[in-house]
Nanobody, 123 residues
């Protein structure tokens, strides 16, 4: 069973930094794209940053220049470095990844989500 587990969320003052981590576990053949999303109550989940299997990144305009996405393929982990945080960055942050696994002797690729980690930025 493949799982994604986020860590690193918390409470920080405006202007501070946090580093989120996403660890994938299970029988993993390959992790394709990885992304970080965030969601606040009453709003749709939005893409914050994405990194391809080759390391190409896509960062949302709202966080460009402040957030950096990275991944460690050897450790099946991803990270979101968040600097110069603003109160409007407050949200639950979710890790997402396309992961290829072996199940029943077959290679299967699925879309996986973590449970989310709360980030709260105080003014």
């Amino acid at each position: 069973q493949v799982q994604l587990v986020e860590s690193g969320g918390g409470l920080v003052q405006a202007g501070g930094s946090l580093r989120l981590s996403c660890a994938a576990s299970g029988i993993i053949l390959r992790i394709n794209g990885m992304g970080w999303y965030r969601q606040v109550p009453g709003k749709q989940r939005e893409l914050v940053a994405h990194i391809s299997s080759l390391g190409y990144t896509n960062i949302a305009d709202s966080v460009k220049g402040r957030f950096t996405i990275s991944r460690d393929n050897a450790k099946n982990t991803g990270h979101l470095q968040m600097n110069s945080l603003k109160p409007e960055d407050t949200a639950v942050y979710y890790c997402n990844a396309g992961i290829s696994t072996i199940s029943g002797g077959l290679v299967r690729t699925g879309d996986y989500w973590g449970q989310g980690t709360q980030v709260t930025v105080s003014a």
